[in-house]
């Protein structure tokens, strides 16, 4: 479960909401329980759907858990039992109050921080954060600091800068190009300490890590979870407190006007999960990992997840290994800037629960 929020932050949100409340403005989504063509069941009543973006019915063929299209957004009438029911499974997963589900995960972290962050609040984030994050200040007015990766005294620095509005401590838990974690616990204490809101994008940590797949960022006050990564579909939500979650809800336009995620992928990550919740496949993924470190293949740097970097330097030496390792049956894509930052070009290998031992016993082969 998420912390409770700092004063501050806590009394914004409901101002917020209050006021919209006041105007009449507050959206809900209507669920929609099933549809044949242009017809519909919202909140038990048989209707006729014209409000749907679905201008041919292409979208609509078949039950929901067929179909290709949500039709609109979530507010319109894009919001389906199966999202439902989704939301559910991810808030008792995760131990979250509430969630709200987005197209991918660049959108997510878009929508999150720039709704969140505006003129005269600061946003400190980790250096290497995915750029996503980074991308979502260039939206808003808010001031973006950066500190040394995984600098827990580098981001305290900057957390003391003055501030007229709120703050918002924000890093990924595992980052994408390195593998490496980042010091969660320390930083959740330095964001309590300094009344800041602490923000954590669970990409490539959520289904990887933790006894069943739940990550490890449960006491961030907002995080980000994807579903095209360890849950093997497509989407993302932002799960946490009721009231956060409520404000995004609200007020991020990146979510507010985009159609809703199909009903039937919905329905294939609540499947998904409720596989990985039991425990085989992440225990399957954390022994891959730990027999593929304990090889130690020569320059290949990694363990704390799924993903094992082998940094090269040059692009064209990249380039190059990366080839040859596809010419023998591997397909290992080379990295390179701006991804990476210059001279840092490397292999970036990424192990599955699926991959046997044999498997990996031959990629370590042909890697040295």
Not at 26 to 34: E, P
């Amino acid at each position: 479960m998420s912390a409770e929020l700092p004063p501050d932050w806590s009394s914004r949100f409901r101002d917020a909401l209050s006021h919209t409340a006041s105007l009449h403005r507050t959206r809900r989504a209507r669920t929609v329980t099933s549809r044949d063509g242009v017809w519909c069941e919202v909140d038990g009543l048989r209707v006729l759907n014209f409000c749907s973006n679905d201008y041919l019915g292409l979208g609509a063929r078949g039950s929901s858990l067929s179909m290709d299209g949500a039709g609109s957004a979530h507010m319109v009438s894009g919001h389906f039992v199966e999202h439902d029911a989704l939301i559910a499974e991810l808030c008792d997963w995760l131990g979250a109050e509430d969630a709200l589900l987005c197209g991918n995960g660049f959108v997510g972290n878009l929508a999150a921080l720039s709704t969140l962050c505006g003129r005269g609040d600061l946003c400190v984030q980790d250096r290497l954060n995915h750029a996503s994050m980074l991308d979502a200040l260039r939206s808003s007015e808010a001031l973006l600091v950066r500190y040394p990766h995984n600098d827990v005294l580098g981001a305290a620095q900057q957390l003391l800068r003055e501030c007229a509005g709120l703050k918002v401590l924000a890093t990924d838990s595992v980052f994408s190009m390195d593998g490496d974690l980042a010091p969660l616990v320390e930083l959740r204490s330095l964001a309590s300490s300094q009344k800041a809101l602490f923000y954590v994008d669970e990409a490539h940590s959520v289904g990887v890590l933790g006894a069943h797949g739940e990550g490890v960022a449960g006491f961030a006050d907002l995080r980000l979870v994807t579903f095209g990564k360890a849950l093997g579909s497509y989407g993302a939500a932002l799960v946490g407190g009721r009231e956060v979650i409520e404000y995004i809800r609200q007020y991020a336009r990146p979510l507010l006007f985009t159609t809703a995620l199909p009903p039937s992928v919905a329905a294939h990550v609540t499947a998904n999960i409720r596989e990985i919740r039991r425990g085989e496949l992440t225990a399957k993924l954390a022994e891959n990992r730990a027999y593929f470190a304990g090889l130690n293949v020569p320059g290949v740097q990694g363990g704390e997840s799924a993903i094992f970097t082998r940094i090269v330097g040059d692009n064209a030496d990249a380039v190059q290994l990366s080839s040859q390792l596809l010419e023998k049956g591997f397909w290992i894509s080379a990295i390179r800037p701006p991804t990476v930052p210059e001279g840092s070009a490397r292999l970036r290998i990424t192990l599955s629960a699926a991959h046997t031992r044999d498997q990996i016993d031959a990629l370590a082969e042909a890697l040295q």
